[in-house]
T-cell receptor, first 110, second 112 residues
Framework: LAKTTQPISMDSYEGQEVNITCSHNNIATNDYITWYQQFPSQGPRFIIQ???TKVTNEVASLFIPADRKSSTLSLPRVSLSDTAVYYC???????????FGGGTRLMVKP | KAGVTQTPRYLIKTRGQQVTLSCSPISGHRSVSWYQQTPGQGLQFLFEYFSETQRNKGNFPGRFSGRQFSNSRSEMNVSTLELGDSALYLC???????????FGPGTRLTVL
């Protein structure tokens, strides 16, 4: 299984764009990249998923370079409620088995 | 559409006891996965059931077991509880494979 590496923590201010980069050097051809958000004492919540290039939804954008060895989650104009832990995962498409790393603890300040 | 539900939400047990946790997936989802979350080890995959069969298994001892019923509801059982089993146990439901996983609120188990 591909291992992911992401910063332990990040600080930002309300209204700023936040970019969280994740490294996954050993990603396999049929793996895809997924990001989850988790608030304290809640289950993780799916944010976005992609295979290559760029994916955008109403919450975030995901940028994946051609070599797919890294990816960047972009959160536009964060608010205080975006304070959470963000997990980058390389999904095993042989089933629904998610391997979570340590995540990035994002703190949004007023 | 109702989300993933887990019961009970909170549980206190003593060492040596056994516990059964329940998860009801989103209607139509046939995959149910279980995870353990602790401050020290983070989120770890326990096992996944799909159509009543265990499809994937994480690296946990045999004291941790699960099953899935024909209506896709799933239970996990932990026998001979240890203090280190205190954790938030999360259940997630999803589709065939690799799709978005929907997590429940979790069951917080405390072992005394």
């Amino acid at each position: 299984l591909a291992k992911t590496t992401q910063p332990i923590s990040m600080d930002s201010y309300e209204g700023q764009e936040v970019n969280i980069t994740c490294s996954h050097n050993n990603i396999a051809t049929n793996d895809y990249i997924t990001w989850y958000q988790q608030f304290p004492s809640q289950g993780p919540r799916f944010i976005i998923q992609g295979y290559k290039t760029k994916v955008t939804n109403e919450v975030a954008s995901l940028f994946i370079p051609a070599d797919r060895k890294s990816s960047t989650l972009s959160l536009p104009r964060v608010s205080l409620s975006d304070t959470a832990v963000y997990y980058c995962l390389v999904a095993n498409n042989a089933g629904n088995m998610l391997t979570f790393g340590g995540g990035t603890r994002l703190m949004v300040k007023p | 559409k109702a989300g993933v539900t887990q019961t009970p939400r909170y549980l206190i047990k003593t060492r040596g006891q056994q516990v059964t946790l329940s998860c009801s997936p989103i209607s139509g989802h046939r995959s149910v996965s279980w995870y353990q979350q602790t401050p020290g080890q983070g989120l770890q995959f326990l096992f996944e059931y799909f159509s009543e069969t265990q499809r994937n298994k994480g690296n946990f001892p045999g004291r941790f077991s699960g099953r899935q019923f024909s209506n896709s509801r799933s239970e996990m059982n932990v026998s001979t509880l240890e203090l280190g089993d205190s954790a938030l146990y999360l259940c997630a439901s999803g589709g065939l494979a690799g799709n978005e996983q929907f997590f429940g609120p979790g069951t917080r188990l405390t072992v005394l």
